[in-house]
């Protein structure tokens, strides 16, 4: 389960914020807000494809059966939410572990030539999968990845042997992408058109490479499921309402940066997918709390400091998970050389509790309201349930901000400048007054 | 070399900083300045015990020798330094490629026992040798880690074959470990009194890790020698003064947050060290830049909708590697399904110089001031300058913000309440306050 604890903000009244959130509430659910061709995910965990669903859990096998690795290709939202879940799930070393599950690599994430030859050697002559996941097909990262790992896959099984290890995650009838899925007969699954990116990870888009990690994508689902129940109800008890009413309170009383803490080393890329969930949904018109991660104790001996004693235009939000997954108990020592013998017949988990319960309350008498998102157990059941706690929360956190939080127009930008550069056709006379400035 | 490129910020006027640098490098290089105890940092590429370092190679290639995997127990200064190198210059999936050198895992940098867990599994019946890096060896995490390793490591190879497996970088004459290292043998390095955490990667502390990984730590010596050369030089033209000059104008042109951004995706530690090297030194008295970091192209497809349209109280700095490591060329297609052809021909270090230059004008453009810091080339010697120049920048930049970038007070804050929490003796009375509070 996921609780919100807000009793470490300045108070909140929240009779003052009834009416928003309501009105906030009703546009999400109703469809009347802004953006509403882009809710997809909000009854995704019932409403999804289960013929579908089923190929997903048969490609998965599929791919456990005969390859050692799956690459998958995608940027963005096209692969945050998949490889936040398969480190939170399988841990942080799941590439290193001895386990029989495909080791799962991304690419196309970047246009580093470097990190496409360190992939080559780490696959060497295994055998190996690709899941290309883009809408339109023509991004230019992942487009550029998959013209040279199809290249490298149809050489080793030849064209018809790599067909079948090619997985296509595109839009449902448009694209380059499905035209080559209908000429080769590669399978291929929907990116649904009423769901964005940085919503897509319980659809095929992460569905398929969370499986192939062997995690239950069914029981993720059911975790989604049982938070959406609990978060399409209106109220104050109503966790998505309280996460997205303090975090707008603090905005509004001059807070400027939301750091998501996590004690849990496997968090890393939850927490990265957290941040383009919250910062592209509401960075634009000039507004937002800028979202940046912490992973704890690491990170109290780096930007602990600045924490306590910087500019105090901070929130915290900590991720906190209740019940551990492992423990160390820490033994009696004869030298004690260490002084660590205080600590004798505790567990790590004890002592991380502690090393949480003191900085909540160290950063908060240094300025930083906090606010604690509980999950009872670190469990596939609970990730689906935190995945579609933050992604309604974020719904409503945009209204409350009045911004449209299912576009993303700023992403265009940098894009048309370098298609202009590149000289893309129709680009031309952009990229001259481009050159000019540099 | 090192350039910084300030032509895409607002004009500053240097003479207006002229008499504040002069007055900031004399006392950094006078030891005039706050905290000018710990300037052991300032001349060591030149200044380092050459004895010492001699005994840091041989070590490395003991390790190398009889060791597949070296674990490294540190946290802060004493984990991030050797992480980055490691990554930047071994690549993000060092410890997954096929070479001879040892695997290199971090660990004492957080309280989690699943990530113990899987680094035992990972381990397995493999060899292995420790590096334990504690000033004062009873720091908690690095101290409860050191506790479970050591027995583990003395179960398997007995004591005195453990002995010989250990390696301590800790105080030269004080502290828990000092004194183990006495009594037990352990070979072991000194951290100099004269320099802080964040400032150690070239001491022992960061040198032994980055050796045991294959780096000729004599050539990134060399490369921080010559930085310290030309950053040694007062005058404008020193990268040094105006990368600190170009922050601090923006910080008091109301910037606060500082994007540290680099398109390699072997960057990503090297962005966490200067993340606690700018942020611990400057966070503090309520100032500083807010250090964050993005890996691009991928964070253009998740924090880029937030750079390009949310709160203007954005600074970007760009750290341009201008000579790429490797390189693959576009193929032309003869179908271009995916539309790329009006890219054959071209490689993909000139796509990510364009996607480079369009998201430098494209974020200015969008009010996101910007600084480039080029470093021509990825290697050892350069990234030897890369770290002695934020270093040198970072103490000049402390000081035109007016703070002492030498300390860190407010890192105890956490501390004092964990160990009052957990019931270290002497800080009971606290504990039964702060139990009160949650």
């Not at 209740?322 to 160390?328: F, K, L, Q």
Request: aromatic share 10%; with cysteine.
């Amino acid at each position: 389960m996921i609780n919100v604890d807000l009793s470490k903000l300045p108070e909140i009244s929240p009779k003052d914020w009834q009416s928003e959130l309501s009105a906030a509430h009703e546009a999400l659910l109703g469809g009347t807000g802004k953006g509403s061709d882009f809710l997809g995910w909000l009854r995704l965990p019932e409403a999804y494809d289960r013929d579908e669903f089923a190929r997903i859990q048969r490609a998965a096998e599929k791919i456990q059966s005969d390859s050692d690795v799956l690459l998958v290709i995608g940027i963005g939202g096209s692969y945050l939410g998949a490889r936040a879940v398969i480190e939170f799930l399988q841990g942080t070393f799941y590439n290193l572990r001895r386990h029989k599950l495909p080791e799962v690599y991304f690419v196309g994430n970047n246009l580093s030539a470097a990190y496409m030859a360190q992939l080559s050697e780490i696959i060497g002559d295994r055998n190996f999968s690709i899941n290309v996941i883009s809408k339109s097909g023509t991004t230019t990262e992942p487009a550029v990845a998959f013209r040279v790992w199809k290249q490298k896959i149809e050489e080793k099984y030849g064209k018809a042997g790599a067909a079948e290890r090619i997985y296509v995650t595109t839009d449902k009838a448009r694209g380059a992408l499905r035209g080559l899925c209908d000429k080769e007969g590669y399978e291929s699954f929907v990116i649904p058109d009423s769901v964005g990116g940085r919503f897509s990870v319980l659809t095929a888009v992460g569905l398929l490479p969370i499986a192939a990690a062997g995690v239950d994508i069914a029981e993720l689902m059911r975790g989604a499921a049982d938070m959406m129940k609990l978060c399409l109800s209106p109220g104050q008890q109503n966790p998505a309402w309280q996460y997205a009413m303090g975090r707008n309170a603090m905005y509004r009383a001059g807070k400027r940066v939301e750091i998501l803490a996590c004690y849990d080393p496997d968090f890393v890329f939850m927490a990265e997918w957290f941040k383009q969930l919250y910062g592209e949904s509401e960075g634009k018109e000039g507004k937002g709390l800028f979202p940046a991660a912490v992973s704890y104790t690491a990170d109290l001996h780096s930007m602990g400091q600045y924490i306590q004693e910087g500019r105090r235009e901070l929130l915290e939000t900590v991720v906190l998970v209740e019940e551990p997954t492992a423990s160390i108990t820490i033994k009696q020592d004869a030298e004690n050389v260490d002084g660590l013998n205080f600590l004798a017949g505790k567990t790590l988990p004890d002592i991380e509790y502690q090393a949480f319960c003191g900085t909540l309350l160290a950063h908060v008498d240094g300025g930083v309201p906090n606010m604690v998102v509980r999950m009872s157990k670190k469990d596939t059941h609970g990730v689906g349930q935190l995945i579609y706690f933050f992604e309604i929360a974020c719904g409503l956190s945009g209204y409350l901000l009045g911004v449209n939080p299912f576009d993303q127009p700023g992403v265009e930008a940098y894009k048309t400048n370098m298609f202009a550069l590149l000289g893309k056709p129709g680009f031309e006379a952009q990229g001259e007054a481009l050159r000019a400035r540099l």
